[in-house]
């Protein structure tokens, strides 16, 4: 009898959390695909783009073209973009890639649904937009820690060989800022090339692709205010991409400075250096 109570009791306990935390059902691409055919917008959250309080997310963005953005897109769930026609197509009869619909990457609150921003990543975006399963494409990002409802983030796209773009975006919780700091990054590592490979057979630092990786906060800990400098710690790899000819791969480590005012954001290389072998 008190066996059966037990079970009782478990059951009910069961239900009741199924009822208290519905489960949300899975999209189905008929289902995407309408909703962009009416005009609608939907998007992805990027798999570990979302901070630690579970507010803060990347996410990837799709509408087809003509369409506005939406103030805050679809969130899809249980299909995936190639399932869908999310993505664009080479078209081969026209032997060229057709932009029927505008992809994108955007930082947003999910707790407000409110898009703090849409990602700025050159032209044609379609080379540098990450999606989930995309080939030979990634996207790491790092959230540092908050101040005063204050947030800021770097996020580095990856494409086969090398890091296609590297943003530093800092928001206020209304707004995104963002920049893209792969060039004071570049101009750093292809001086570190340089020494790195002086003398070294096969070695062309021009050849080099680079690639930026493993990211961490210098001093998570420490209390931080809106505006106050924060030291990251970004990897750095570099190699010659299908080369034959058994040329160094290079491993290094910077320590970058990222600065914020009203005016500007901006970032400042203070070392780089090679690994330890």
Known sequence: MKSQLV?????????????????????????????LKAGGEVAWVIEDSTNADGDLAVLFTVRNKGSKPARFPYLVSGVAPAETDALNGFDEAAGKTEHRVAMGNAVVSLKEKRVLGRLDLGKPEDEIVYFPGRNHGSLQVLWGPPEEGWHFGVLIFGAKWESTAVLLVESDGENLRQLNIKPTLDARATALLKTSLKGRKNADPTRYAISYNQMSVVDPDVGYSVGDPVTVKIGVSAEIPKSADDAPYVEATMTVLLETSRDRISAKVLKAESAKK
């Open 7 to 35: 079970l009782r009791a478990v059951l009910f306990a069961g239900i009741v959390s199924l009822v208290s935390h519905p489960l949300v059902a899975a999209d189905s691409a008929a289902q995407i695909n309408a909703k």
